[in-house]
Every structure is written in C-alpha cells, then in structure tokens.
C-alpha cells in the first residue's frame, strides 16, 4: 500500500468582495468575506485545497481559524501520510476544541489529496454519487426589497425555482410585505423563510403564524439556538416544517433535538461539522429520525462548496435542495479563484479526481491579506 507524504502547508487568509449587501439578522455582511484557504502539498507533487470560511456571527473568526490550521494543526500535517486522514482528524480535534472550520478545511484538502492520487471525484471516496444535480436556493436578503425581487424575477427565467427569505432582520410587517411581493412578483416558487435566530421565544409562535399564510416550505431557526424547548414547542404548534440550524452543529445537537423532537429538518453545513465525516454523522441520526436535510452555507467560496456537492451528490438524505449560490450570485466574478459549476438553477456535480478544481493562485494571491 502507498502512502502521501505531505511536505508543505501553504495557507491565505483571503478577503474577497462581494457585489451587493447581504442582511441576514443577527450580522449583515458587507464589501468582504474572509476565508482561509489551504494548500497542502505532497512528496507525490500532487496539491490538495481546503477552504475554512466561518461566519464570525455565528460559528467564530477566519482569523482564529487561520491562526489553529497554522499555529495548532500545521505539525500533524507536516510528514504525515494523507491517507491516514482520521488520525490526522482526531490529532487536531485534541489539539484545539472546536474551529470547525479549520478543521473542515484540513478535512478537504486530504480528501482532495486522496481522490487525485486514486483519480477518483471525492463522491466516489464516499462510495459513489446518487446524483447528478442539486437544485439551488437564492437567498432574499438584501435591505432593498425590490432589488431582490428584480434579480429573483431574473434567476426564475434562468431556471431557478427556490427562494429563501432572510427574516426578522426588519419588522414583521416589512417581512409580510416582502412576503407578500414575492408571493404576487413570482408566483407559484418554492418559498422558504429563515429567522436566523431573529424572534424572542415569548412572540415567536403569533409571529409564525402570520408568516404560515404565505405556506413556506419551511421555517428556518426562528429562536436562538439555546431555545431548543421552544423550538419543540414550535415544531408541535405549527403547520409548516420547522428547520434547525444554529441549533445543529454536530451529531451530539442532532440527538438532543431528535429526542425533544425540536425540528422537522435539518440544515447540514461542513462548516459547522467539521468536515464531511462530521456531517454524515449528522445525516445518520436524522436518517434513523425521518428528518430530511437541506445542504445549507455561511458565505463559502467555490473550493468549500464544491466539497459539499460531492458530500449531496453521495447522500441519499438531502431531498431540500442546497443554497450555494455565493460564488455566481454574490461574489464579485473577477475574484473566484476556480468556477462553480450551475446550470438552470441547479448545481452540476463535478466528476473529476479529488474535488475537480483548477485553482487561480494569481486570483488568490490578489485577495490576500495574509499568509502562512
Ligand atoms: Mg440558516
């Protein structure tokens, strides 16, 4: 058996533009999106890439994650065989609790590195896809209203039929009437609402049912992620599914909300998992529940979201769609360091060794703020 030596870490902590504002509740992202970006390299001459990009609202900063994969991880990558990836994995679980992220990113580039050494796509590694297609989800987020249905109305004749409402990051009657325009300005979509956290426990359920008139297919975190015994008592009162996010990180979360039955759906980020493997650890405890799961985002990049289409394209649990519309919709295009494949409002999942990037380091290079 032959093994992979990695004789380099090359990391970037990037700071790419985006082209509009993006209001999400509890943190609007505006003019950049840090993400870390790693490249390990072997005695094989083959490179692997990882991407780590956190939400600091939400799961912590790019500059901690930069600071574990090269202050913390980088001396149980050097010389190690990528090829023993879970002892690599649980080396850097014990030496930094939690920065799922970085971890995440250490996780993609050794699966990267395996797939091309194998010349085999990482749905492969994970036993074969079951997929060719992930239908995409726009996210509605931007403060001005009529802009957003404006490109939603563009993204419907492109063939995209899934749009998700960032809500309660204004009044609830601003988030009737948004609903309400998209509603009469689109028709008959799929439409999804997502909270982010946004309503207090004592309002949430009078709120909600105000919101169930517009039938999404989903509700999405409407409390605080501690709130899990209002989030059962949501998912008990109301029609429409109601979806954990910030309340699932990992597979411990899954099992607390499954037994308080807190969610009808899952949202499955690697971001907050750790990792693909976190992820199907995840699936397993919504699969034996009966939840379906939905491949959800922070504000990835190409190279992150390329490893959770191979993830989808693998895994039979995710009959939701997936949101990663970032790099064709929200990033500005003359910084993506490798294209994201979608056609017609659906990803294409991609068939070549390892996750199938072209990297433009000179793209990445101009982004850099700093590197390891
Ligand atoms: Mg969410």
Known sequence: MRDLRITGLHLRLVRNRIAMIRSHGIGSVRETIPRVILRLDTDAGISGWGEGTPWEAFSGTAEAAFEAIDGYFRKHLIGADAFRLPDIMLACDHEVFGEEAAKAAVEMALLDLQGKALELPVHQLLGGKIRDRIPLSFSIADPDIEADVERARDLVKGGWGIFKVKTGFSSHTNDLKRLEMLREGLGDIDLRVDYNQGLEPWDALRTLRDIEEFKPTFI?????????????????????????????????????????????????????????????????????????????????????????????????????????????????????????????????????????LDIDEDRLDRCTVRSA
């Not at 529940?289 to 504000?299: E, N, S």
């Not at 490893?307 to 009959?319: K, S, W, Y």
């Not at 949101?323 to 910084?335: L, N, Q």
């Open 220 to 356: 999405e975190q409407p409390v605080a992620r501690q709130h899990v015994d209002c989030m059962a008592d949501l998912t008990a009162a109301l029609d429409t599914p109601v979806m954990a996010d910030e309340s699932v990180f990992n597979a411990a979360d899954a099992l607390r909300l499954v037994n308080l039955r807190a969610a009808d759906l899952f949202s499955c980020k690697i971001m907050k998992s750790g990792g693909i493997r976190g992820v199907q650890k995840v699936l397993a405890i919504a699969e034996a529940a009966g939840i379906p799961c939905y491949g959800g985002t922070l504000w990835e990049g190409p190279i992150a979201l390329t490893a959770a289409t191979h993830m989808i394209a693998a895994e039979r649990n995710f009959p939701l769609g997936c949101e990663f519309y970032m790099p064709s919709v929200v990033y500005s295009a003359d910084e993506i360091e490798c294209p994201f494949a979608i056609s017609e409002g659906q990803v294409i999942v991609p068939d070549r060794p390892g996750l199938g």
